[in-house]
């Protein structure tokens, strides 16, 4: 079974370094993958996707990702973070044969000033 | 992508009473999905709704503590049922894209308290 994994559960930065969030997937079949983001108190929005395209996944607000099958990872970046970045991330999969996603333990992002 | 609402946004209730959440979506949709956070980790899959048939359950949800409605392709009801502290979550429903059916798409979620 598709399995996510969230190295760290918590990352701080300053504003204006890179940010990097980590994300590794179980799966042997490379499976559709996901970045969300949820801001305090809300639902989650959708940052970005991988659906076997394009491996350099470009998303919103400055986020991208890069998908590399030897590694099973599907890491988050930003070159230089702001402080409306932080939130909590939350990276999920879903195979190609089903419809269920399947969530990391998610990533509490904080940007100090 | 679709504009998804839900009712109510939060609420705090006594145990042993149920609660229905509605969820909204502004077009029609296939697959709606109901998942459940609780305080402090990560989204787990509570069952998906297709309209015209039963909810199909995760393992560890049951119909009778999680009854679900999809009467059309626009609505789904989740219910939880007989409550107690250990339901505290946040419950969110999502929808399948239509443009893009190998995304879901997230209502803003409704904060469950019993007390």
């Known amino acids: 079974a598709q399995s996510v994994t969230q190295l760290g559960s918590h990352v701080s930065v300053s504003e204006g370094a890179l940010v990097l969030l980590r994300c590794n997937y179980s799966s042997s079949v490379p499976p559709y993958l996901f970045w969300y983001v949820q801001y305090p108190n809300q639902g989650l929005q959708l940052l970005l996707k991988?659906?076997?395209?394009?491996?350099l996944v470009k998303g919103i607000n400055g986020f991208e990702a890069e998908f590399k099958k030897s590694e099973t990872s599907f890491h988050l970046t930003k070159p230089s973070a702001h402080m409306s970045d932080a939130a909590e991330y939350f990276c999920a999969a879903t195979e190609l044969t089903a419809d269920k996603l399947i969530f990391g333990t998610g990533t509490r992002l904080q940007v100090f000033p | 992508s679709a504009v998804i609402s839900q009712k109510p946004s939060r609420d705090i209730c006594q145990r042993g009473t149920s609660l229905t959440i509605q969820c909204q979506v502004d077009s029609q949709v296939t697959m709606m999905f109901w998942y459940r956070q609780q305080p402090g980790q990560s989204l787990t899959l509570i069952a998906t709704a297709n309209q015209g048939s039963e909810a199909t359950y995760e393992s560890g949800f049951v119909i009778d503590k999680f009854p679900i409605s999809r009467p059309n392709l626009t609505f789904s009801t989740l219910t939880v049922s007989n409550m107690s502290p250990e339901d505290s979550s946040i419950y969110l429903c999502s929808v399948e894209g239509q443009a893009n059916t190998d995304t879901q798409y997230f209502g803003p979620g409704t904060r469950l308290t019993v007390l």
């Open positions: 991988y659906t076997s395209a394009a491996t």
